[in-house]
């Protein structure tokens, strides 16, 4: 009997784990008999492999619950199962099981602060699951050394991790970009490809935008913020950016082609995340041949060395590695000697 692979993937229908599960389903070949476990919300790439069961999963607890049962039941024990969304399954199955995870927050001991009660909540379930059924996993896949050594710490040795980044075209990733020889003309000095959650910082970074226009440096910079979903802080972004006249437009959540074309049209990626298991950005702007301006944590260097990084915890930071990036020199401090310090107190006490 042949085997059968299964992709169980209830919760994935939108961002970078969309991009990745679309690009999985692209190479499904006929070699292999494929069941796949899909959100609803999920569209199917075209060309897909003509030897494969769906089976549609509603957005809801009970109807996830009814997914995880059915797989159990499902899958026999010379099938694979690739759990791809961050999840191990609920119940123990008798396949080859391997859970690919690729949200921080379940792996990272970090306050949830700023996200809604109900993202709270999801995120606080979720993590006591993958804590609770680690064992019903055979190894997990991880996308850099940063969250392999996180989960390897959660598992304590009981399941194997292994690190296995992968992206839809990986042909043309390097770490470093080479300064372009002719200088292009690009629609926008700086792109950010990021929804709103509280970890993306675009506060942080349209503050640093405003540190900048008071000092009569004015960088366009396009966001690519949903503005319903993250309707207060556009509205935010909104009253700052007319009060301070910032050179910077969100053209709100649009489809991969079109983030692609985003990124041949800008001059660089800048990326204040404070969090990520992975920052796909970060290698897609590689891809695009652009140089890159990031936070200067773990999981920026894991994929790659910016040009220019910052504290993102400052505007401060970020608005200086804007000026370096752009070639304008800081000025220096106004230092005085002991005797010109002390004429400077008694001028002003006479």
């Known amino acids: 009997m042949q085997r059968k692979v299964f992709i169980h993937a209830t919760n994935v229908h939108q961002g970078g784990g969309r991009s990745l599960l679309v690009a999985l389903l692209k190479v499904l070949h006929d070699k292999e008999e494929y069941v796949l476990s899909l959100d609803e919300r999920m569209a199917l790439p075209e060309g897909m492999a003509h030897n494969v069961q769906i089976k549609r999963v509603k957005p809801s607890v009970v109807q996830r619950l009814a997914a995880e049962k059915w797989l159990a039941q499902s899958v026999g024990p010379d099938d694979v199962v690739l759990c791809f969304g961050n999840l191990p399954p609920l119940f123990k199955s008798r396949g080859h099981v391997v859970v690919f995870v690729q949200n921080r927050y379940l792996v990272d001991d970090v306050k949830l602060n700023g996200f809604p009660l109900r993202a709270r909540l999801r995120l606080a379930m979720e993590r006591l699951w993958l804590s609770s059924k680690m064992l019903n996993a055979s190894e997990f896949i ?168 910052f504290d993102p915890e400052s505007s401060i930071s970020i608005a200086r590695a804007v000026k370096r990036f752009m070639g304008i020199a800081e000025q220096p401090l106004p230092l005085q000697d002991a005797p010109g310090f002390m004429k400077h107190i008694l001028e002003r006490v006479i």
């Open 142 to 309: 991880v996308q850099t050394p940063s969250m392999k050594r996180l989960l390897e710490i959660m598992a304590r040795g009981r399941v194997p991790v292994q690190a296995l980044p992968f992206v839809a075209e990986p042909d043309g990733y390097v770490r470093n970009v080479p300064p372009p020889k002719v200088k292009k003309e690009n629609d926008c000095d700086f792109v950010y490809i990021a929804s709103g959650e509280p970890h993306k910082n675009h506060r942080q970074l349209i503050e640093a935008w405003c540190l900048l226009a008071t000092e009569g440096v004015f960088p366009s910079l396009k966001l690519t913020l949903e503005k319903t979903h993250f309707a207060e802080l556009c509205s935010w972004m909104g009253e700052v950016i007319e009060q301070y006249r910032l050179n910077v437009e969100n053209v709100g959540s649009m489809p991969h082609d079109q983030v692609k074309q985003l990124y041949n049209c800008a001059g660089a990626l800048i990326y204040p995340s404070t969090f990520e298991s992975f920052g796909l950005p970060l290698i897609e702007a590689r891809l695009a041949g652009l140089p890159v301006l990031a936070s200067e944590l773990d999981y920026v260097r894991d994929v790659l060395d910016p040009e220019q990084t």
